[in-house]
């Protein structure tokens, strides 16, 4: 019976030893579920934090993206002003490149006709020039033709008035030598 008591007695004590070390566990386990409470607040807080700094950052990508979206359209409307304005230029460039075509034939037609013209006066000039040169000769040929006619026919008059003396002059002279 001893050996009951014993046995007992052991039970008991070794009920006695677990329950205590059940109690010490189970209050090392409520110590590690209030810490782990803690944390679990504390990552609550944490995610919530993160949580709302998600929000915000996806309000400052949506911000973002409709600012993209404008400046995108406010770029593809610059874009087609520029590109319409760049056909304008283009045009008005075509134009004033026909425009100045246009002149320069015009210039060259002019030139040409002024390049004729200088020659039809050059020969005009020419020719007029020639005829008076011609009738100058002419009229010097003439002078000199009339000079020589005049000439021989002072010449002759005047041969003949010495003549004429001469044969006085003699028949005086015969005339007052036979007396």
Do not use: P
Request: neutral net charge.
């Amino acid at each position: 019976m001893k050996k009951i008591y014993y046995l007992f007695f052991y039970i008991l004590i070794s009920s006695l030893c677990f329950a205590q070390t059940d109690s010490l566990k189970v209050l090392q386990n409520e110590a590690q579920i209030n810490q782990l409470e803690a944390s679990i607040q504390y990552l609550n807080r944490s995610l919530n934090v993160q949580s709302q700094q998600f929000k915000n950052l996806e309000g400052q990508l949506a911000t973002l993206r409709s600012s993209t979206d404008s400046l995108d359209q406010s770029l593809k409307g610059e874009l087609e002003g520029f590109s319409a304005e760049m056909e304008s230029f283009q045009a008005t460039q075509a134009q004033t490149e026909r425009a100045l075509n246009l002149a320069l034939d015009d210039f060259r037609q002019k030139f040409e006709d002024q390049n004729r013209n200088a020659a039809k006066m050059q020969a005009t000039l020419e020719s007029k020039v020639n005829s008076e040169l011609l009738y100058a000769a002419i009229t010097g040929f003439v002078l000199i033709l009339l000079f020589i006619v005049f000439n021989r026919i002072s010449l002759n008059r005047g041969l003949k008035t010495n003549l004429a003396n001469w044969n006085q002059f003699q028949d005086h002279f015969l005339k007052n030598q036979s007396r």
